[in-house]
């Protein structure tokens, strides 16, 4: 059985992956705000290889508004408009799936929370949680 499940809302798109997560992780930027429609995004990383996405409402959309600069690929559902996942060179080898959308999220805990410059001021991250201004990428 696969490690981690998920679907969209509608059920039109599922994912699986035998692997462990390579990632779990918060970004708080302001371009996961207005694509989850929430104040942060909790996203699962998971080898890309391993990755088994199945569906015909996959859509991609090519988001070019990174720190990078560098596209990164946002999959969601054209059916039901729920956010799946996304990767991109900025993240080699990594796709970050959208917590919201696994079967079962109840072992979800975040290692990390990124772009906390922007962060909403009421977000509260637990005491102790590692915290970068901006990404991975961009930390010396």
């Known amino acids: 059985m696969a490690k981690i499940r998920g679907a969209c809302l509608c059920g039109s798109v599922r994912y699986a992956t035998d692997a462990e997560a390579a990632a779990v992780v918060v970004c708080h930027c302001v371009t996961c705000q207005k694509n989850t429609g929430s104040?942060?995004?909790?996203?699962?990383?998971?080898p890309t290889h391993t990755l088994r996405i199945e569906g015909t409402t996959l859509a991609q959309y090519e988001d070019h508004t990174g720190a990078s600069g560098k596209p990164f690929f946002r999959s969601f559902c054209s059916r039901c408009g729920s956010p799946i996942g996304a990767s991109?060179?900025?993240?080699?080898?990594?796709?970050?799936?959208?917590?919201?959308?696994?079967?079962?999220?109840?072992?979800v805990k975040p290692t990390a929370h990124l772009w906390c410059d922007e962060k909403q001021p009421w977000v509260a991250i637990e005491h102790g949680a590692t915290e970068l201004p901006k990404s991975f990428e961009s930390t010396p």
């Not at 104040?39 to 998971?46: C, D, H, P, Q, T």
């Not at 991109?88 to 109840?106: E, H, R, V």
Request: no cysteine; charged share 15%.
């Open 88 to 107: 991109g060179d900025a993240y080699p080898g990594l796709t970050f799936l959208k917590a919201g959308t696994l079967d079962d999220p109840s072992w």
């Open 39 to 46: 104040a942060f995004s909790l996203n699962i990383g998971v």
